[in-house]
Nanobody, 125 residues
C-alpha cells in the first residue's frame, strides 16, 4: 500500500520557521520526483518546489525562493521542506506528491500519481 504522510505543519508567527516532512512507503521513493504543492480555500493546488530523483531541484513559485528549501533522504524514504521567513501569504494546506516518468510539467498536478493528505500551515500573529 502506497502511503505519503505529511507532518510538521502548524501555527507560526510571521518571520518564523517550520520544517515539513513527508514520510513515504509502498513505492520506490528514490526513483520518483517529489514535489510540494499548496492550496488555499477556493483555489487550485499549486506547485511550490520539487526535487528529482538525482537531487536536482526546481522552483514552481518564485515567491518562496531564498526562503524555502526542499530536500530528500532516500535512505529514509522521506521528503522535507524547510520554510524560513514565513509570511501570512504562505498560509495554506501543504501536500507532498510523487511522480514518475518523462514530463515537462512538473509544477502541475498531472505527472504525480501519489499524494499525501496534507498538513496545514498557518502564518499569523
Amino acid at each position: 500500500e502506497v502511503q505519503l504522510v505529511e507532518s510538521g505543519g502548524g501555527l507560526v508567527q510571521p518571520g518564523g520557521s517550520l520544517t515539513l516532512s513527508c514520510e513515504t512507503s509502498g513505492f520506490p521513493f528514490r526513483n520518483y520526483a517529489m514535489s510540494w504543492f499548496r492550496q488555499t480555500p477556493g483555489k487550485k493546488r499549486e506547485g511550490v518546489t520539487l526535487i528529482f530523483s538525482g537531487g536536482n531541484t526546481e522552483w514552481c513559485d518564485d515567491s518562496v525562493k531564498g526562503r524555502f528549501t526542499i530536500s530528500r533522504d532516500d535512505a529514509a524514504n522521506t521528503l522535507y521542506l524547510q520554510m524560513n521567513s514565513l509570511k501570512p501569504e504562505d498560509t495554506a494546506m501543504y501536500y507532498c506528491a510523487a511522480g514518475n516518468g518523462v514530463s515537462g510539467a512538473w509544477c502541475f498536478e498531472g505527472p504525480y500519481i501519489h499524494w499525501g493528505q496534507g498538513t496545514q500551515v498557518t502564518v499569523s500573529s
